[in-house]
């Protein structure tokens, strides 16, 4: 496709998401209103735009996303503003700020876009789109369960497959800190075979040379200690007793003693689902617990979970796997054949939309043959035709002709398409009792 000289395009790595793949995004989105909502998660709705403060403190400085990724920008008040990489620490950021914490617990989620000026390619984008799910004020591990096994439920309901579940355990600060100085030993001692960013992160996070993706790395980063021999007692209490909750309710999961996901703030659990259908960029969805990210905030001391879907690759997922999707195609498509008919279309229409309900119809516009209409009506989705041409208009009926099945057609007084387009469709069925 060329485009005419001159005319604007995209910014790189931000998508039009377009006909095509909106009813998969339909689909997810009302899949996950419904199930989240289900669990007694609500829904919010917070800013695109933030302090870059509150992503400083929250992701940390030496991660990838604060040292290069970041959109940030100076507001006409001089302000750092930032657009935001991620969501879990503005849902906290909202949390602390409306006083939702004080002695109370919430489990909320939300919808939207972050940004993250990575290189773009095949499921990795610079403006991309998560469903994003926290649990606020609960220690576990129920909390850790339940939000590993709504994210399942998700995924299972979107008709998802080839998944799988990754799980591990960080500890809590002081375990995770002697674990540091053993990795970073380890690290040093290995230092020639290290790649230029691994030898960066050495310095400013070592725990993130564990989630390289050099394969050149692959084996020394087998050979590295495990952090989960470092646990301390609590924290090998707590992830014993989170497999157990995801073993009583068959979840099969793998632990995975190199997962330590690309932000700094989490404690405990985390864990990620990936997929082996979407080639490189195979993480759909990540999470863990992040009970210091409150207090580091400002906030009253809060334990809380959560976890980010990414939209984009889930919805390539549902393709792959082939997933429904839903649309908003109307159930039925107005073909108006000659003048009169023209004349009274849109009236007629608006008429019998008082009385369809949610059933959705779409009128011919700007005329045409009766074929290329037909065609229209057919590429509509719709599942019935309704023809009217001169001299149907003149009489007061129309006919009705099933698109999908047999195609059969049937004339019907214009007063009662309404009711017969209902019973054709298999609505307004009145059961009567006794
Ligand atoms: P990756 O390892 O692929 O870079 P991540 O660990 O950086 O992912 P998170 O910060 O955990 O990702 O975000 C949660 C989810 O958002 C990811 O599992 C992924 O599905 C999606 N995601 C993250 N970055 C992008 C991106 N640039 N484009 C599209 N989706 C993304
Ligand atoms: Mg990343």
Request: a negative charge.
């Amino acid at each position: 496709m060329s485009l005419p000289a001159g005319a604007l395009q995209s910014v790189r790595g931000m998508n039009d998401i377009l006909l095509d793949d909106m009813p998969y995004w339909s689909r997810l989105e009302s899949t996950a209103r419904r199930v989240l909502g289900s669990y007694g998660y609500g829904e919010v709705r917070v800013p695109l735009v933030e302090h870059t403060e509150l992503f400083r403190r929250s992701i940390g400085e030496f991660t990838d996303i604060v040292e290069k990724e970041m959109y940030t920008f100076e507001d006409r008040g001089g302000d750092s503003l930032t657009l935001r990489p991620e969501i879990t620490a503005v849902l906290v950021r909202a949390a602390i700020s409306n006083g939702m914490l004080h002695n109370q617990k919430h489990r909320i989620w939300t919808t939207g876009p972050a940004f993250r000026y990575e290189r773009p390619q095949k499921g990795r984008y610079r403006q991309f789109h998560q469903i994003d799910c926290e649990a606020f004020g609960y220690e576990g591990p129920d909390v850790d369960a339940e939000i590993i096994l709504v994210s399942a439920r998700l995924l299972r309901e979107l008709g998802v497959g080839r998944v799988s579940l990754r799980l591990n355990s960080l500890g809590l600060p002081a375990s995770r800190a002697l674990y540091r100085e053993r990795l970073v030993a380890y690290l040093e001692s290995r230092f020639d075979e290290l790649d230029e960013d691994s030898r960066r992160r050495l310095a400013g996070n070592p725990m993130r040379v564990l989630d390289s993706k050099n394969p050149a790395l692959a084996a020394l980063i087998e050979a590295a200690p495990r952090i989960t021999d470092h646990l301390d007692a609590e924290s090998s209490a707590h992830f014993a007793a989170v497999r157990a909750h995801l073993d009583a309710a068959g979840l099969e999961y793998r632990v995975d003693p190199r997962l330590v996901r690309g932000l700094d703030y989490y404690t405990r659990t985390v864990f990620e689902w990936t997929t082996d259908a979407l080639g490189a960029q195979d993480a759909v969805c990540g999470g863990g617990r992040y009970d210091g990210l409150v207090s580091q905030l400002g906030g009253e001391p809060t334990p809380a979970i959560g976890w980010g879907m990414g939209i984009e690759r889930v919805v390539e997922l549902m393709r792959a796997s082939g997933a429904p999707a839903i649309g908003d195609a109307p159930a039925v498509y107005l073909v108006l054949a000659g003048e009169r008919a023209e004349a009274q279309g849109l009236a007629l229409a608006e008429g019998w939309r008082d009385s369809l309900g949610e059933v959705g119809l779409a009128v011919n516009l700007g005329g045409g043959s009766f074929k290329s209409q037909l065609k229209r009506a057919d590429r509509s989705g719709a599942r019935y035709a309704v023809i009217m041409g001169d001299e149907e208009a003149g009489r007061g009926v129309v006919a009705i002709k099933s698109l999908r099945g047999d195609g059969t057609q049937q004339e019907c007084l214009q007063a009662e398409v309404p009711a017969r387009l209902r019973t054709l469709l298999g609505e307004g069925r009145v059961t009567v009792d006794g």
